[in-house]
């Protein structure tokens, strides 16, 4: 506002109209005058992404491919449940992603760049315009390993809470392990839930299909789990990805339960959701429902609360990384 000449409380309110009201123009800014909506329009645009894609499943999920200024595509998903009155948007961090787990259909693009702070926050202000519908929780488990791009998410976590008006406890930052990161955010002391894709309780199985494994072994991440979980007061989530003959088996189920029995967190089972590689085939199958209970009921054992993750719009590739991947294939 200074560099244009005009006084500092209009940069309150044109921060008010984008992240509280939510409007997409500066003609919409009604308490601007003309001549200065005029000037902001010549040096200045709203948001940074367009609608490239859209579909609604029969659950109401929404799934949205944004394109981003360079033309590159990410994904993003809104989604509601039964049991909630409220909105929960799993956003993108990057586009692709390098850590390249085996199940994974973003691991499948491989890595091609980080998103700003503001790509991500635009997501959650474009869904919010499109649903017309507010948001109140977040999850971080869009594309790509929010901790290999640590700063630009801690910037739009920041502007989430303090400018949109979310709660940091309704968001939830998911990582595959990436122990710099996850101390990087207990540092910064914004108290936000994070999530391990923990996926296997045993090296071997882990550095198969979480190669991350290999840099961030799994005793010291652990470690950095429990620290964050004591450091922040927050309750972490452990997300494990069921892969029949993979990662199902019973003795894996027990071995879970001991390994975060002194980590205040609830485990979070996630059926495989089939996805295909770059060669066209998917390589694991989803365990049966009786298969899924029964590790249920073994990775219960230490008193954890454990869930079975409830699917959305799996009519719609709504797992992460396959409605892109489509799309780059039609192309
Ligand atoms: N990169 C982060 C966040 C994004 S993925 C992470 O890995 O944690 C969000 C969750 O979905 C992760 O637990 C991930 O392992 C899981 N996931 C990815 N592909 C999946 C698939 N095909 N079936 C089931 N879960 C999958
Ligand atoms: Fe990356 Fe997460 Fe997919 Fe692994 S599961 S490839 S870390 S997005």
């Known amino acids: 506002m200074q560099e244009l000449g005009l006084p500092k409380f209009r940069a309150a309110q044109i921060h008010t109209w984008i992240y509280a009201k939510n409007v997409s123009s500066f003609d919409e800014m009604t308490n601007l005058g003309a ?3 005029e000037k902001l329009k010549q040096v200045a645009r709203i948001g940074c992404l367009e609608i490239a894609h859209l579909q609604v499943s029969r659950d ?3 799934k949205y491919l944004f394109q981003l200024p360079d033309g590159k595509i990410v994904e993003s998903v809104l989604m509601s449940f039964n049991d909630r009155t409220t909105l929960t948007a799993c956003v993108s961090s ?3 992603c390098a850590v390249g787990c085996t199940f994974c259909a973003t691991g499948y693009l491989g890595f091609k760049r980080n998103l700003t702070a503001q790509e991500i926050v635009d997501q959650i202000m474009m869904i919010q315009r499109e649903s017309g519908k507010r948001i109140a ?3 971080y488990m869009g594309q790509g390993e929010p901790l290999l791009n640590t700063e630009e998410v801690i910037k739009s976590i920041h502007t989430l809470i303090e400018s949109v008006g979310i709660g940091a406890r309704h968001i939830t930052v998911s990582t ?3 122990i710099p990161g996850i101390e990087r955010l207990r ?4 108290p936000v839930c994070l999530a391990l894709s923990l996926h296997a309780p045993d090296s071997k199985t882990r550095e198969e299909i979480v190669p991350i494994t290999k840099k ?3 005793g010291p991440l652990i470690e950095s789990l429990k620290d964050y979980a004591d450091s922040t007061r927050r309750r972490v989530t452990i997300e494990y990805v069921l892969l029949a003959g993979v990662t199902d088996r019973p003795e894996q189920a027990k071995a879970l339960a001991e390994m975060v029995r002194d980590v205040h967190c609830m485990i979070n089972l996630i059926p495989f959701n089939p996805t295909e590689n770059n060669l066209g085939e998917i390589m694991y199958e989803r365990p049966s429902r009786e298969a899924q209970l029964k590790f249920k009921q073994l990775a219960e054992r230490t008193g954890k609360t454990v869930t079975i993750r409830l699917e959305r719009g799996t009519d719609i590739d709504a797992a992460c990384g396959q409605l892109h991947n489509k799309f780059l294939k039609a192309k």
């Not at 540092?187 to 914004?190: F, I, N, R, V, Y």
Request: proline share 9%; hydrophobic share 30%.
């Open 35 to 37: 001549p200065v909506r």
């Open 60 to 62: 109401e999920t929404r």
């Open 94 to 96: 990057q586009v692709g």
């Open 137 to 139: 929780n977040i999850v």
């Open 176 to 178: 595959s392990g990436v």
């Open 187 to 190: 540092d910064e002391d914004l």
């Open 216 to 218: 961030y072994p799994l």
